[in-house]
């Protein structure tokens, strides 16, 4: 069954975060940290992956993109602290 993620990245610490869906989760980090691709990310220096969740249907991965979008920053950064509070770098975990 194929995986779908929910992700947040960072700019650092408390800094700028980005909310995505994916359904290669270590491809688009990749891409996200080499600035492959223009937007957001790249043009604010976003690539540190703070969250992420998976799932098997896209559809409750995009839903739930669509809700953290919307809610306040307080609540992504206590969403993030709870299981990341040092806000490390995922991605070196998931590659390993």
Known sequence: MKSYYLYILASEK???LYIGVTSNLIK????HKTKIIDGFTKEYGISKLVHYEQTENI???????KALK???RAWKIKL???N????DDLYF????
Not at 28 to 31: A, H, K, L, P, S
Not at 59 to 65: C, D, K, P, T, V
């Open 70 to 72: 919307k809610w306040n």
């Open 14 to 16: 408390n800094g700028t």
């Open 93 to 96: 975990k998931i590659i390993a």
């Open 28 to 31: 688009r980090i990749q891409e």
């Open 59 to 65: 559809h409750s991965a995009i839903a739930r993109e």
């Open 84 to 87: 990341n509070p040092n806000w």
């Open 80 to 82: 993030i602290e709870q």
